[in-house]
């Protein structure tokens, strides 16, 4: 049963706007949640990350929000580049352990 | 340069024969994980290990065994691979936990078991 879903497999944006990927979780331990993204033939690299008592967090282009009682967290990157064209995951981390729950992932096309 | 690494990059292998992928990172990271990756399914955690000689399951780590003897190397091992196991491997580290310390991944390897 997957913990972290992410319904939208792919999502394409304009450059310059701003793309917004989504994630749905259902397990109210997990403790912080992490965002990577993926290009092909490498491994993830991490993102950004929030705590669970925090509802935003922004690096650069990056902003993170989590809205706890919808147990749904959202990750804009603004403005969008065609260098962001990859693979984002979203991530949870148990509380009672160190065991991680990645989200099946939403391919993102920037169209310059 | 700061990374994980993983050999081999790709394997092909039999039913039943035993192998190990190997994992090392050169960054003092106390944290080391496997992941499987299969399409519809994202990554999967295998095994973790908070430090040397701590190790504990992950969510999927029916067949598969590791060990962590030294803080630079996790290797995963199969003792007896079985065409489910197909997949692509991903080894990851971190310094700490917590939101802030993400981990890094090392390249993958793509295991087909035959």
């Known amino acids: 049963d997957q913990q972290v879903k992410q319904n939208s497999p792919s999502l394409s944006v304009q450059e310059g706007r701003i793309s917004i990927l989504n994630c749905d979780y259902t397990?109210?331990?997990?403790?912080?949640f992490l965002w990577y993204k993926k290009y092909p033939a490498e491994g993830p690299t991490f993102l950004i990350s929030?705590?669970?008592?925090?509802d935003k967090n922004e690096d650069g282009r990056f902003t993170v929000f989590l809205n706890k009682s919808a147990k749904h967290l959202s990750l804009h990157i603004v403005p969008s580049q065609p260098g962001d064209s990859a693979v984002y995951f979203c991530a949870a981390r148990l509380n009672t352990g160190n065991q991680f729950y990645f989200g099946t992932g939403t391919s993102l096309t920037v169209i310059p | 340069e700061a990374q994980v690494t993983q050999n081999p990059r790709y394997l092909i292998t039999v039913t039943g024969k035993k192998l190990t992928v190997t994992c090392s990172q050169n960054?003092?990271?106390?944290?080391m994980s496997w992941y499987r990756q299969d399409p519809g399914l994202g990554l999967r955690q295998i095994y973790y290990?908070?430090?040397?000689?701590?190790?504990d399951k992950g969510d999927v780590p029916e067949g598969y065994k590791v060990s962590r003897k030294e803080k630079r190397n996790f290797p995963l091992i199969l003792e007896s691979p079985s065409p489910n196991q197909t997949s692509l491997y991903f080894c990851?580290?971190?310094?700490?936990?917590?939101?802030?310390?993400?981990?890094?991944f090392g390249s993958g390897t793509r295991l087909t078991v035959v």
């Open positions: 397990n109210s331990m997990f403790d912080y």
């Open positions: 990851a580290s971190s310094l700490r936990q917590g939101a802030g310390y993400g981990y890094t």
């Open positions: 929030i705590s669970s008592i925090k």
């Open positions: 290990s908070m430090n040397v000689e701590v190790t």
């Open positions: 960054m003092n990271h106390e944290y």
